[in-house]
């Protein structure tokens, strides 16, 4: 059984800083690209950052610049330095592996459970 476990969010004032973590725990063999997503009350789940295992960045345009989505293999952990962050940045953001590989052979996408950013004078 593997699980994403994240931690980090919580309330902050427009113009400051946070920083998300994400931990893969269980038995893994690899994992091919791990990132954020997030869903504000009212929208649908978008993409914010993936980031590969070699190190490769996908981001959305509302981010860039501001956010940096960095990885630790040996921990297999994923990590968001959110600054300037803007009200609109509030929302749920959920941490996702799309391939977990178990073995050489076999993978899985796994989810985390979310953690609230509120961003509020």
């Known amino acids: 059984q593997v699980q994403l476990v994240e931690s980090g969010g919580g309330l902050v004032q427009p113009g400051g800083s946070l920083r998300l973590s994400c931990a893969a725990s269980g038995r893994i063999f690899s994992i091919n690209s791990m990132g954020w997503y997030r869903q504000a009350p009212g929208k649908e789940r978008e993409l914010v950052a993936t980031i590969t295992s070699s190190g490769s960045i996908n981001d959305t345009d509302s981010v860039k610049g501001r956010f940096t989505i960095s990885r630790d293999n040996a921990k297999n952990s994923v990590y968001l330095q959110m600054d300037s962050l803007k009200p609109e940045d509030t929302a749920v953001y959920y941490c996702?592996?799309?391939?977990?590989?178990?073995?050489?052979?076999?993978?899985?996408?796994?989810w985390g459970q979310g953690t609230l950013v509120t961003v509020s004078s």
């Open positions: 996702n592996a799309d391939k977990v590989y178990l073995d050489r052979w076999r993978y899985v996408e796994v």
